[in-house]
């Protein structure tokens, strides 16, 4: 309801039919040979999945479904549908026994056990279409094996999977990790960030993401319904780390979710970012401060290296040392465009910027200079 008062729909999602260990762990009848096990407490893909080939595992998953549905009006359910190892089911008599009965035949691009997972999802799909209406998103596996009939493809391995889906004619959400897993990393220097999983998603190379891609027609991108970004939570232990995650990286997802690509300019929307963060400070909203604008620009004119900063954040101040010492500790106040003699080294510029509310930034290194 507090979405749905700022026109946001809530879409919940139940992960079927792999990562289910932890319900696996409280029914091990639901799994292929039953056996107990625990939750997972580390991330990862487990090779125990539910056993395709047992009813009690589809009556399991209707009555969640019965509970959840009730409580989200969405058009669209998530069943989730990735990182399912078949592994289990190619060992399991049961799951060879559907198999057999629904006439699941692998072929060059399948295997009858991918086949097996579009029946899992198809079925599924009717029980959520048939009783509540719904219509079902699934990650791109759900393609393995051939689609359910009226289901969406939300595409995280990279664009193909829902490339693939609209030019079957069906719905898409693009999300590839590459461009939209915002639990990565949002610098180079890894140093100046907080933990995280691994991969690299800048700020200027989410924003150069375009999810109408030339790869599909006209008509075709007509199904694509838009972009997701994706803040996975094995390393976020408070709010606030979400939020550092999510900004400025959601912003540059607003605009390209919504801008056509001839209207999208990186250089503008930098400038227009520096006072949304100004308000996001104001409000207490913790944020990745990013790195001022120029710092990249750095150019070699007479001899000197010219460097001309703005604050990536309005009313921010910039602290810079020219000889590589900590600015924090001995920077002086920016005012004006820097015009330094290269020496040897060439340039060894380090800033940081300090917020009106006391936030400070990591420190940056002014990168090489352009010597055309």
């Known amino acids: 309801k507090y979405a749905a008062d700022r026109f946001i729909t809530v879409i919940p999602e139940l992960e079927l039919p792999g990562h289910e260990m932890a319900a696996i762990a409280g029914y091990p009848e639901l799994s292929c040979k039953g056996e107990p096990g625990t939750p997972r407490i580390i991330w990862g893909v487990e090779d125990i999945v539910m056993c395709a080939g047992k009813e009690e595992t589809f009556k399991f998953l209707e009555d969640v479904i019965d509970e959840i549905a009730p409580l989200f009006p969405s058009e669209y359910f998530h069943i989730g549908g990735d990182e399912c190892p078949k592994i289990s089911w190619k060992e399991c008599p049961l799951c060879q026994k559907r198999i057999k009965e629904e006439g699941l035949k692998g072929d060059k691009q399948h295997s009858a056990e991918e086949r097996l997972q579009s029946y899992f999802v198809q079925r599924m799909e009717k029980y959520l279409s048939g009783k509540y209406g719904k219509k079902i998103i699934g990650w791109d596996e759900i393609l393995e094996g051939g689609l359910a009939p009226n289901a969406a493809v ?57 999810p109408y891609t030339p790869k599909l027609t006209k008509e075709q991108c007509g199904y694509i319904m838009g972009v997701q970004a ?44 520096a ?75 380090k800033c940081y910027l300090r917020l009106p509310s006391g936030r400070s930034s990591a420190v940056y290194t002014v990168v090489a200079p352009d010597t055309k």
């Open 154 to 210: 939300m595409s995280w391995r990279g664009e193909n999977g829902g490339i693939a889906a609209a030019e079957m004619g069906h719905k898409v959400v693009m999300a590839p990790n590459n461009y939209m897993y915002i639990d990565y990393y949002q610098s180079e220097d890894c140093t100046n960030e907080p933990l995280n999983i691994g991969g690299l998603v800048t700020l200027e190379h989410i924003y150069s993401y375009e």
């Open 230 to 273: 994706n803040v996975w939570g094995e390393f976020i232990h408070h709010p606030d780390k979400v939020n550092y995650m999510a900004y400025p990286r959601a912003m540059a997802l607003s605009e390209i979710g919504w801008s056509p690509a001839e209207k999208k300019n990186y250089a503008d929307f930098r400038e227009r970012l």
């Open 275 to 349: 006072g949304c963060l100004a308000e996001l400070d104001r409000q207490g909203v913790t944020f990745r401060i990013p790195e001022p604008i120029g710092w990249d620009k750095a150019i070699v004119r007479g001899g000197n290296a010219i460097v001309d900063l703005k604050p990536s954040v309005e009313g921010a101040d910039i602290y810079y040392t020219t000889d590589g010492t900590d600015p924090r500790l001995y920077g002086k106040l920016y005012t004006d465009t820097l015009q330094l003699p290269l020496s040897f080294s060439g340039v060894n510029i």
